[in-house]
């Protein structure tokens, strides 16, 4: 792993795998007391929605980020049905949580639902986390990565404000890769027509005006919860407080508790793509159960 890249992607993988452990736990005394700080990747409890899983493991939002690289590194492009059937695919015998936008997104697919039009109408942040291996294969074509980005987001939440969030993190991560400072990115984004009135813009202004508080006390505040207005503005706030210390980003997502896998996917990627590999503790990426086919399909883009 030498590039910033492929640090990128490893480093959404990684933030989902060290989430796992302390995932939707909500209560930041519980997590602290029952774990002390997470630095680690950790087996979840026997009371976790992700009983199935093991140390290492993904939660289902990485999981579905993996059938996601499967599909461009087989395809060597986005292909929304190709895609599509892998994730249904996914979810035909799947022995982890399934979430609510998964099950309406399958119910609209058993009533014969075109991809394009089978997304659930949920506006969790978690359908636009997933995008690191498509900003690793388009990133060199924005305008293919954004329809690229939209698209898969759609197919599973159908909801403006979490497609526009997938583009946002796009445009960013891309900025990042070509050498931008990720508040820089994020600011200059924020600010095209695209953004400049919707919601996405207030959420990065308001994130990064808590960039000098306690990431525990920011995060309860916007929220921990799934939705989308929760947790952008928390993403915003990891993202400019450690811009230059990923692991010490991805270790505070999880000790804010909620839902820590999509917030520190995001924040993973764009900081993954800042720093590259040498910020990625090693410990996280070698834990990784799928570390060894993660590369081997990156690879497989190159």
Aim: charged letters at 25%; a negative charge; proline letters at 3%.
């Amino acid at each position: 792993m030498t590039d910033k890249r492929t640090a990128m992607v490893m480093a959404s993988f990684a933030a989902d795998a060290l989430a796992l452990g302390a995932h939707w736990i909500y209560d930041t005394s519980e997590i602290s007391q029952k774990y002390g700080r997470i630095e680690s990747l950790l087996a979840p409890p026997s009371d976790s929605y992700h009983t199935t899983r093991g140390k290492g493991d993904f939660t289902h939002y990485g999981d579905q980020m993996f059938v996601l690289l499967q599909s461009v590194a087989e395809k060597k492009s986005f292909d929304l049905q190709h895609f599509s059937d892998q994730w249904r695919r996914l979810f035909e015998d799947y022995d982890g949580y399934i979430d609510g936008a998964t099950r309406k997104t399958l119910a609209y697919y058993a009533r014969e639902k075109s991809p394009e039009k089978a997304g659930s109408h949920s506006n969790d942040f978690a359908g636009a986390a997933r995008i690191a291996p498509l900003v690793f294969l388009l990133a060199d074509d924005p305008d293919a990565l954004v329809r690229a980005v939209r698209a898969q987001t759609r197919m599973t939440h159908n909801d403006t404000n979490v497609i526009d969030t997938a583009e946002f993190f796009a445009r960013v991560t891309r900025q990042v890769l070509n050498g931008t400072a990720p508040v820089a990115a994020m600011r200059e984004v924020a600010a095209t027509d695209a953004f400049e009135m919707s919601p996405v813009s207030m959420w990065v202004s308001d994130g990064l005006k808590s960039e000098a508080d306690d990431s525990i006390s920011a995060i309860g505040r916007f929220g921990q919860a799934c939705e989308i207005m929760q947790l952008f503005p928390g993403v915003v706030h990891l993202i400019a407080k450690y811009e230059n210390d990923l692991r010490e980003a991805l270790i505070q997502s999880v000790m804010a508790g909620g839902d820590s896998a999509a917030r520190g996917m995001i924040t993973g990627m764009v900081l993954g793509a800042h720093l590259g590999p040498n910020a990625l503790p090693e410990e996280w990426v070698c834990g990784i159960n799928r570390k060894n086919e993660i590369l081997r399909l990156l690879n497989r883009l190159r």
